[in-house]
């Protein structure tokens, strides 16, 4: 029997393609890319200067069946911003759900599309939760990442490579017109819109070429990856929600409090911090490319994993943590550079007493890859990648005060954006508000030069970029010094979360959510994309903000 | 005196002979799928139909593709007498020529591929072939017809319809390995428009002058154009088609998610750009993937010329042709609510082909469409033949509430399976459910489990190397049924049951001189009517 056979990755390829025309970048995994940058570069709705005229608003909120885990309760969403599926073009964000759940919610028709839920085993206890060790489902989805940025999508017409109407005749008997340049009419090449043939094209991957719009290639292309309370890993189809490819498989023991997920070249990494129920504290490595699904870890050998992102990667693939000074051990206070898939230390700096608290960040600068990292010693890092703390691994490039004092600033995440000029900031939520600094150079060296400080906030999180415009969320957690207060009087105490949007490059309030959200957010955060931005809330709600379109 | 009886039988008889044809795909060139001259098939009598004849024809299917709508010529002269001639196109650049009274076959004509070496295929949306269902113009000689094609190399050819020999060398007309339309004439122009980028080539409303040999070329830069029937024409010759899949921006050009109504300049025979509409929702239809994917209809109505058509997203539009659209060019005269497709689905659901419109004799026009899947659960028909899952012809009537027109659901149909545009003829509608299997994606199989794999089809004999997707589609995909309705009801006359055994795809009904065909994916063509 004779077939046209066509990989399944090109029948995704030409799936994914076809959303970088509808949807622009995605927001593929936590904090949006492999560099945990948690920007999107281009909006076709979302600006400065449409967000200065009334337009951008709340769309909708949706409470789901979810049940919190001390504060825990939804995560930060995944986004696919068009997928092709049996059920049609769907727009989906991706959100994981302290009772072991991952919903997919219809972010158009404000639907749950589907929901997985993960039966934890009869046969291991589950932990009874602290405010440390909530429990439950911690890590956000990932989808496959490139290690490259991602390039702004290509707009115009239609696939057909004409770019505005045009009408043209041609010469008696020489049949139609050229209307795209091409010479006289001749053999023409392959079918621009039309997919390939080819099997199933419900069919996973096998493993195909990157394509443009900042995913990554290899297996998982058409599906996202969670993690159980159980520490099993999941490859979930993006249209049903099931197991597809591989059987769930274990990647790091039971009950841990597991860090965000992200997958590089077929490496799925996360984290384990706190030491929830014996988990050693560290950086997760599952090679999906071995059919027996190696896993190798690297502990920090005491210290906790600084922050809320998950591990974060270098355009090289290196992987990079920091640790809080919480025990002493040779890689407490340091921000750590591993190798891909091994975990083999590569580099580390160490600052004595300096108290990492969140993830670091890893950004371009003059073509390369520059580390920074915040502390509850008040300052912010800059690390060359090539050698993170010099010779003696505790000389940084540079660092500068944030600023303000560090009271039991939560973990969490630095945000980064290039400007239309090309400078480079970096975002950081301090205990009270958001503060943004410009990349400089001071006698050859790349320094912090503060930009602008944000009104007051109550316990910001890490705020995103769309397009020169900064988001940021009043998270309304209240969090006071230790840990003595119980979860529910933490959450009696605190307010409901408010989300702003900021001009980047002044930090002038455009706009805010006023009293629309009505809980405040512990874990998650912001996520955003194709002109619409994400939280969910401690009481289980899932909000949508943007400029709504006709249905 | 008797001489004189026999004479006046025979001009009688020949005058019945006469009576209707269907020249076009879509009925005329206004695309209102209604066959005015039906004398012969009744609501009363058409519960008596029954299947006259089948003809298998040696037409090898190019993917789901396989032949197009029959066209009827109630009177032919060729060199064995007067003849009504039924002629089906394959897709495999074939026509075929059919004496309907007896399903004999007449001539067959082939087309061979002259743009160079055979394309590769381009999977079930390019199938490749000849696709665009011919047109037949009469001539000046009368009883003479002229049947004008496309085929796949992008020419078009010109074949009297009397014996299939070409009546002029074949022309220069579109770039090859396309996938044009049906084909529409009018004023001595062909018109088509194409879709799906196929071969390369971009989506174009194409027009081929008779009397010059020039080709002109429109591109709306709006994704494809792919109503079933090509394009409609009404009567000042403008010529229209709905895009899909881009931007409605027509700042800069771009007419996508749009109606464009474009018009040949007299003197330079060049398109203009006439007007456009595109529905205020235009980017949640492009972001759905909800193509303009259906051939309108155009009509008259208390004296203005009117335009109706639908999409995937499943709702309709009634705009007038003068005003089309209005100022902002955003405002139809009306708009239903969604009448199917709430899970909002790019495949398998929607309105797919092409519209029908008919005038009653109480004056009352009617508006009908198909769609596939289920009815919209909030929207409700006076009269329901039961619940709908997998398609229906809904019925409207159109009214006039002081200045303002609108349309009124009237009934809905029986369920079909994957329900395609319907034919009026003398108050009934025939219709039909494909039996094709329409879903274009599948959930992904369970770990440890391979994606099921499906074989080639086998017709004639030959086994037709095809894409997964295809092949998947056509392993799955059942019969056809035919359908009679009453026009002002839609209640079930008559079925076919299970007498046609094949499916089909991107085909369509033909109805003329109490004749009704249908041809299916196994390259039969079924021939319908009371029989002597």
Known sequence: MKKIIVSAAMCFLWTILANAQRGGQEWLTSNADAQRSSWIRTDAKISVESMRKAGFQFLWKIKLDNESKQLNSLTQPVLVGNIIGYRGFKSLAFVGGSSDTLYAIDDDLARVYWKTRFNYPATTSQAAGSLLCPGGLTAAATRPVSLTPPEPPRGGGGGNRITAAVAKIGEPDQGFPDLVGRGAATAAPAPVTAPPAGANPGAPAAGGPAPAGGGGGGQGVGSAFALASDGMVHQLSLQTGKDIVMQPVRFVPSNANAGNLILVDNVLYTTTTNGCSGTPNGVWAMDLASPAKTVTNWTTEGPNVAGSAGPVVGSDGTIYVATDGTTSSTYANSVVALEPKTLKVRDYFTQAQADFTASPLVFQYKAKDLIAAAAKDGRLYILNSTSLGGTDHHTPLSSTPLGSSSVDVAPSALASWQDAEGTRWILVPTNNAIAAFKVVEQNGVPTLQQGWVSRDMVSPMSPIVINGVVFALSSGEYRAAGTQMSAVQRAQRSKPAILYAFDGLTGKELWTSGTTITSFVHNGGLSGGAGQVYVGTYDNTFYAFGFAIEK | ?532
């Not at chain 2, 464009?260 to 492009?286: G, H, I, R, S």
């Not at chain 2, 508006?367 to 009815?375: D, E, M, S």
């Not at chain 2, 509430?401 to 809905?412: H, I, M, S």
């Open chain 2, 1 to 532: 005196m008797r001489k004189v009886l026999i004479l006046v039988g025979l001009m009688f008889s020949s005058l019945v002979a006469i009576g209707a044809d269907w020249l076009t795909d879509g009925g005329n060139p206004q695309r209102t799928a209604w066959q005015k001259d039906e004398k012969t098939l009744t609501t009363e009598n058409v519960k008596n139909m029954k299947l006259l004849w089948k003809v298998k024809t040696d037409n090898v299917p190019r993917e789901m593709h396989s032949l197009l709508p029959a066209l009827i010529v109630g009177r032919v002269t060729t060199s064995s007498g007067p003849k009504e001639i039924g002629v089906v196109t394959g897709v495999s650049d074939n026509i075929y020529a059919i004496d309907v009274e007896s399903g004999a076959l007449l001539w067959k004509k082939h087309f061979e591929y002259t743009a160079g070496p055979l394309p590769r295929g381009g999977g079930t949306l390019c199938p490749g072939g000849l696709t665009a269902t011919p047109v037949i113009g009469p001539t000046s000689t009368p009883s003479k017809y002229t049947i004008y094609a496309a085929s796949w190399d992008g020419m078009l050819h010109q074949l009297n319809l009397a014996d299939g020999t070409d009546v002029v060398p074949p022309s220069k007309f579109m770039p090859p390995n396309g996938k044009p339309y049906a084909l529409n004439l009018w004023d001595n122009v062909i018109y088509t428009h194409t879709a799906q980028g196929c071969g390369g080539n971009p989506n174009v409303i194409y027009a081929y002058d008779l009397a010059s040999h020039r080709v002109s070329a429109y591109a709306p830069a709006g994704g494809g154009m792919w109503g079933r029937t090509g394009p409609p024409i009404d009567s000042t010759g403008t010529v229209y088609a709905g895009t899909g899949d881009a931007n409605y921006d027509p700042d800069h050009q771009i007419y996508g998610q749009a109606f464009v109504a474009v018009k040949m300049d007299p003197q330079t025979k060049e398109f203009k750009l006439k007007d456009y509409y595109a529905p205020t929702n235009a980017e949640w239809m492009f972001k759905r993937d909800l193509d303009m994917n259906v051939t309108p209809a155009i009509f008259t109505y208390k004296g203005r010329e009117l335009f109706v058509s639908s999409s995937k997203e499943c709702r309709i539009w009634l705009l007038d042709t003068k005003y089309f659209g209005g100022e902002d060019h955003r405002t139809p005269l009306d708009r239903t609510p969604l009448i199917c497709n709430e899970e909002v689905n790019f495949a398998a659901a929607g309105v797919w082909g092409s519209m029908a419109s008919w005038e009653d004799s109480k004056g009352t026009r009617w508006v009908l469409t198909p769609f596939w899947g289920p009815k919209h659960s909030q929207y409700k028909y006076p009269i329901e033949h039961g619940p709908v899952t997998h398609g229906a012809v809904a019925a409207f009537k159109v009214v006039q509430k002081g200045t303002k027109f609108a349309l009124e659901p009237v009934w809905l149909s029986r369920d079909m399976n994957q329900a395609e545009p319907p034919v009026i003829a003398n108050g009934v509608i025939f219709a039909y459910g494909s039996g094709e299997n329409a879903e274009q994606r599948w959930p992904e199989p369970p770990p440890g489990v391979d994606a099921p794999e499906f074989p080639n089809p086998v017709v004639n004999g030959v086994e037709i190397p095809m894409s997964g997707q295809s092949q998947r589609r056509i392993a799955s995909s059942t019969r056809a049924v035919l359908y009679a309705l009453d026009g002002q009801t839609g209640k079930e006359l008559w079925s076919s049951g299970d007498q046609i055994t094949s499916f089909n795809h991107w085909s369509g009904l033909s109805v003329a001189n109490g004749r009704v065909y249908l041809s299916t994916y196994d390259g039969t063509v079924y021939c319908f009517g009371l029989g002597k």
